[in-house]
């Protein structure tokens, strides 16, 4: 179990050299985005009866070029990173930064956790699409497999769920040269295509994408949420700013990532301009045919490692939503001491498992996948971009002209590859804005309900000093030894102190009153960890605060209490816990039945609080009541 010492230092910026964390980024971070020249160009092409003649090719190869660099090099790379929450990225955390600890902002808060339950749809949409189209290239290399494609993406998936459990910290440390041998191979094939037409770097010109989309109506627009696809993997530059650094992703990216993409993508537009046939699958059309089983191998290894990192990039983000008080108390399994990030949150594994398969059974083909893929991520970028200009403006203090500009921009671009993604609701860009729907109907009750349930205890405090004076005058046994009440109350005496008085008639002679809190910066410096306080003769209260990437280790917090004054027996201590049963308010104030009922099924289902903050099971009393809300 991670100690609190050792995740205060977690946080720490990577240390190593830039080279080799640069490696590693490779095989965690650009997963996703690194594999999609097998999908994006053939479904660019396969888009409303697309034309293949060269100005055609060029102008959907300009958008791409234009796409990633705008997107992924300006906005994520040049722009987002350089906005971060003590370290952190992505859009929770700039949620967090905005929306929490700056000043508290529902509507911001609010946008960032729909963004944040966007990134579920694609992660049950990652893995299929990926799989799915390097194992299609069984349909060129000996189309009598064909038949077996689904099946065999479906066996590998469920291997890749099964193994989770497991960490994937022995086979990690493979994953950065095995997506260097892959971007290297891309590049290399994509030199193989620009040398039957080198001409296609006329691509560069900007003025053949914007050709493209004024000159071709309404596919020209259509085709943006097919160009779209080249981009799905941007935001885990940003999401995944905390393991590595800004700058050991950065130059991955400039080093290594967009320069193989780009020649890639151009390779397979110059094939096609030379005359290739564009059915099937245009990126394995570039391989040899004595290469392509050999390429195929390499694909499949290198879609599971982008799955992969969507599937570890949920469970982090899983994380977070609970440490803010956003989701149920979830069981979460660390499976490396040698990384905070190597985590496994099982319901959240299971469910993805269940989607991701169904996806690719249902979907069957990546072709028809690619309409369910994009929807969601669009979302997400589009949200970020808004959090953005408000970070332009409050920590950059930009002008509101230089915010506008600049997000504008952004917004422009995003919006369009939105409205575009809109169109393909019916053909399945349903299947994300509903998970990421269900996500966020989770978010928001277990908020309300557990701010509902906050609320009624605050509404019978009692003072320390009546409640005391209450014990003395009753003549209330005091027995040896120490009592700490963990409580959600700022103030006065915990509603579980108070019942354990009433039901049990004594009291320990040292009484510790502990809150605990999460707040909005991933990490918090071990000095600013706990706050303690006598409030009264051998009662004290406590402050513990932990940023939303760390684990709570009550037991460990406490051995730094005696450097705060604080006199209890770290030998003989019992914590009181409350089990609180949630029911129903009959006076028509609480929450709606539905919500309450659903509130109560996720707390009846939750992570027991007493393995949440790493309380040893043998010294832990539980005091149940009924809260009504």
């Known amino acids: 179990m991670?100690?609190?010492?050792?995740?205060?230092?977690?946080?720490?910026?990577?240390?190593?050299?830039?080279?080799l964390l640069a490696l590693s980024a490779l095989g965690i971070v650009f997963g996703d985005i690194g594999t999609s020249p097998l999908y994006t160009f053939k479904t660019i092409l396969g888009t409303g009866g697309q034309p293949t003649g060269a100005v055609a090719v060029l102008g959907a190869l300009s958008l791409v070029i234009w796409t990633l660099f705008i997107i992924t090099t300006v906005k994520y790379v040049l722009f987002a990173m350089r906005v971060d929450n003590d370290g952190e990225g992505g859009i929770l955390a700039l949620m967090a930064l905005l929306g929490v600890k700056r000043q508290r902002r529902p509507t911001i808060v609010?946008?960032?956790?729909?963004?944040?339950?966007?990134?579920?749809g694609d992660g049950a949409i990652t893995p299929a699409i990926s799989v799915l189209s390097a194992l299609e290239g069984l349909n060129m290399a000996a189309p009598a497999l064909q038949p077996y494609v689904v099946p065999a993406a479906v066996v590998i998936l469920l291997a890749l769920f099964a193994i989770q459990s497991r960490g994937t910290a022995s086979i990690g440390r493979l994953f950065g040269p095995v997506m260097l041998l892959w971007f290297v191979t891309i590049a290399v094939l994509g030199l193989v295509g620009i040398a039957r037409h080198p001409a296609v770097f006329a691509a560069l010109n900007p003025s053949y994408g914007w050709s493209y989309l004024v000159s071709n109506g309404a596919t020209g627009f259509l085709v943006l949420?097919?160009?779209f696809l080249c981009v799905t993997g941007a935001e885990a530059l940003y999401a995944d700013m905390g393991h590595f650094g800004a700058g050991p992703i950065k130059l991955a990216w400039f080093a290594i990532v967009f320069p193989s993409l780009i020649i890639n993508y151009a390779g397979q537009a110059a094939l096609v301009i030379d005359g290739a046939p564009t059915d099937g699958n245009i990126f394995f059309r570039l391989c040899p045919d004595g290469l392509l089983l050999p390429l195929i191998g390499l694909a499949t290894l290198a879609t599971i490692i982008a799955s992969q990192s969507v599937i570890t990039g949920a469970f982090s983000m899983t994380r977070q939503a609970i440490q803010l008080g956003w989701m149920p108390r979830l069981a979460i399994k660390q499976?490396?001491?040698?990384?905070?990030?190597?985590?496994y949150v099982g319901a959240v594994n299971w469910l993805l498992m269940v989607v991701t398969v169904s996806l690719?059974?249902?979907?069957?083909?990546?072709?028809?996948l690619a309409s369910a893929y994009g929807i969601a991520v669009s979302l997400t970028m589009l949200m970020t971009s808004a959090l953005l200009f408000i970070a332009m403006r409050e920590i950059w203090h930009w002008s509101l002209f230089a915010a506008g500009a600049a997000a504008g921009l952004f917004l422009t671009i995003d919006s369009a590859f939105f409205l575009a993604n809109l169109t393909k609701i019916a053909e399945g860009g349903y299947v994300p804005l509903l998970l990421a729907t269900s996500v966020y109907g989770v978010m928001w009750i277990w908020h309300r309900g557990a701010a509902a349930v906050s609320e009624r205890m605050r509404e019978r405090l009692i003072p320390v000093p009546q409640f005391m004076a209450e014990i003395a005058e009753k003549k209330v046994p005091r027995v040896p030894g120490t009592a700490v009440f963990l409580t959600r109350t700022e103030r006065d005496t915990p509603p579980v102190m108070l019942w354990h008085v009433k039901h049990n008639r004594a009291l320990h002679e040292h009484l510790?009153?502990?809150?605990?809190?999460?707040?909005?910066?991933?990490?918090?410096a071990p000095g600013d960890r706990l706050k303690i306080e006598e409030v009264a003769p051998d009662v004290w209260r406590a402050e513990a605060t932990f940023g939303f990437m760390e684990r709570p280790h009550i037991?460990?917090?406490?051995?730094?209490?005696?450097?705060?004054?604080?006199?209890?027996?770290?030998?003989?201590?019992t914590y009181y816990v409350g089990h609180e049963t949630v029911t129903a308010r009959d006076d028509g104030k609480g929450l709606p039945a539905w919500q309450e009922q659903l509130f109560a099924a996720m707390e009846r289902n939750s992570l027991h609080v007493s393995d949440f903050f790493s309380l040893p099971r043998d010294s832990v009393v539980e005091i149940g009541r009924q809260v009504a809300i």
Request: net charge neutral.
């Open 335 to 343: 499976t490396s001491s040698e990384g905070y990030g190597q985590i």
């Open 2 to 19: 991670k100690s609190s010492a050792s995740a205060s230092l977690a946080h720490q910026p990577p240390q190593g050299r830039l080279s």
């Open 555 to 573: 037991p460990e917090l406490l051995n730094a209490s005696k450097a705060r004054g604080c006199r209890i027996d770290l030998d003989d201590i």
């Open 512 to 524: 510790l009153v502990l809150r605990v809190e999460v707040v909005s910066i991933p990490w918090v």
């Open 225 to 227: 949420g097919s160009v």
């Open 110 to 120: 609010a946008l960032g956790l729909f963004g944040a339950a966007l990134i579920y």
């Open 360 to 368: 690719t059974i249902g979907f069957g083909k990546s072709d028809n």
